[in-house]
């Protein structure tokens, strides 16, 4: 079974970056498409970004021109390049296929405060 590992988030003034990163344990991750996604306290998780195994990207209207994603498949990993963050950016952060389905791994937490 698939895991997946995120790292990366933490305590970022608004206007920040942070650079999160999501390691896949097996599983052909070079095939499918990837996915971040994050979940707010009292509200459902929302996807944020995709890449597909071609590298097109696609993002949320929030996030569009903000943030980056990216993969590396020799690394089995996916990064999400987050820019001028805003505190509507606190969230958790998860990775998964786009399709969702992998396991969901514990996440990172992303807050944006000053």
């Known amino acids: 079974q698939v895991q997946v590992v995120e790292s990366g988030g933490g305590l970022v003034q608004p206007g920040g970056s942070l650079r999160l990163s999501c390691a896949a344990s097996?599983?052909?991750?070079?095939?499918?498409?990837m996915a971040w996604y994050r979940q707010a306290p009292g509200k459902q998780r929302e996807l944020v970004a995709s890449?597909?195994?071609?590298?097109?990207?696609n993002y949320a209207d929030s996030v569009k021109g903000r943030f980056t994603i990216s993969r590396d498949n020799a690394k089995k990993t996916v990064y999400l390049q987050m820019n001028t963050l805003k505190p509507e950016d606190t969230a958790v952060y998860y990775c998964?296929?786009?399709?969702?389905?992998?396991?969901w791994g514990q996440g990172t937490q992303v807050t944006v405060s000053s």
């Open positions: 998964n296929t786009l399709s969702r389905g992998w396991n």
């Open positions: 097996g599983g052909f991750f070079s095939y499918n498409a």
């Open positions: 890449i597909t195994s071609g590298e097109s990207t």
